[in-house]
């Protein structure tokens, strides 16, 4: 139900966008979530946005740099990626939270629906 894509090779100092395309039961979700997983690292939280856009949450490491926004049209969620460093070096997952579920937002736990990941590497 989710597909994750957009994902490359970049510099550090450059931008990427990553999609995460929703199919489904939409309906049901509360908020979409983006997650990353480095090399040799566990899964953390990046940020997270609710599916209305009135409220989101970002990672400490990220704050300022990345942006969730979504295309209802499509129903698709973007993570705007700018002044990206080696350290962001991942692979991302989107992941949907449903209505209702654990209001944790950071925590990978409290999502239902995980998209296949897509791989960013920053170069230095």
């Known amino acids: 139900q989710l597909q994750a894509s957009g994902g490359g090779l970049v510099q550090t100092g450059s931008s990427l966008r990553l999609s995460c395309a929703a199919s489904?039961?939409?309906?049901?979700?509360?908020?979409m979530g983006w997650f990353r997983q480095g090399p040799g690292k566990e899964r953390e939280f990046v940020g997270f946005?609710?599916?209305?856009?009135?409220?989101?949450y970002y990672a400490d490491s990220v704050k300022g740099r990345y942006t969730i926004s979504r295309d209802s049209t499509k129903n698709t969620v973007y993570l705007q990626m700018n002044s990206l460093k080696p350290e962001d070096t991942a692979v991302y997952f989107c992941?949907?939270?449903?209505?209702?579920?654990?209001?944790?937002?950071?925590?990978?736990?409290?999502?239902?629906?995980w998209g296949q990941g897509t791989e960013l590497t920053v170069s230095s």
């Open positions: 992941a949907a939270k449903s209505i209702g579920s654990d209001p944790i937002y950071s925590s990978a736990t409290g999502y239902e629906y």
């Open positions: 946005r609710n599916w209305s856009g009135s409220n989101m």
């Open positions: 489904g039961r939409t309906n049901t979700f509360y908020g």
